[in-house]
């Protein structure tokens, strides 16, 4: 498959990797506009190939996105996913090659971006594209989808730790939980091996501590949370609104509740006035 991706358009890629049809259309029709070399030209000015190695990878891709702006194509709305997908082709395919990664861990961790279009489509009623303020992550070797979830590198003043985060397609089943965590744990020790003994961070509305209290115990966002030692709450974070009513700004006593963690947590809303992210550990121990 990947053998094609030194010649093909980034057209070509996108519909590999699953995006719907009607973004293709958009990229199609942005690709016989742009002149590609010279879009390669401002990716490449742009520190695009320093993107994948950089140690500050958001400040490589603000260079990339003022080189566009210069160049005058952020008026499309399409542009920023196309720009991403060519620095995927013609560079991030090349550094995972030249580590030795697997093409199949590329191709599961790019297909966040046919899942983030699509992700729009159930919020907002059509397919857009809106985060390449997150997406460089997976350009710079920093992200990874290993299994059901998502690994991503990280450091702090004193640490290298390893943060987990949960896509919207993720399949939360505690085998599946357990084979992906097994797989990253080994994967990441082979090929980053300064995170052979980092500890699995993660943040998350599935994590606040007040979960068990409303969900049953077969619950798989309590099983998911059980693996973890809850070190802090962050009470402002309205993470919970985006994921679980679809981005929805309505008043807390308009949002649906045709689900029942929609019915809990709106209840919760009502009676304690927030329901923010809980910080947590995963204990390997538990898995």
Known sequence: MYSLFAECSVVVFAAS??????????????????NSSSLL????????RELVISK????????????????GEDKNPWIYLYAMLF??????????????LED???????????????ENKKRY??????REFWAYRQLALRIFRIGTLEYELSKDKQNAYISIHIPSDADLLPESVSTSVHSAKEWISNYFPDYRDALLRCESWMLNPVLPYFL???????????????TAVNPDSEDWREWVFDGSSLPIELLPEDTSLRK???RHMREKGEFGNGVGVMMLDRI
């Open 17 to 34: 990797l699953g995006m719907p049809r009607e973004a293709c259309a958009a990229l199609s029709e942005l690709d016989e506009r742009i």
């Open 41 to 48: 030209g401002v990716v490449s000015q742009s520190h695009g």
């Open 56 to 71: 500050n990878p958001e400040r490589e891709w603000n260079r990339i996105k003022q080189s566009i702006h210069e160049s």
């Open 87 to 100: 620095i995927a082709l013609h560079f991030t395919l090349p550094a995972y090659r030249k580590r030795g």
């Open 104 to 118: 199949e861990i590329f191709t599961d961790t790019m297909r966040a971006f046919p899942r983030f279009v699509c």
């Open 125 to 130: 009623g059509n397919y857009s594209f809106d």
């Open 216 to 230: 049953t115990n077969e619950s798989k966002i309590v099983s998911f949370q059980r693996l973890f030692d809850i």
């Open 264 to 266: 809990a947590i709106k």
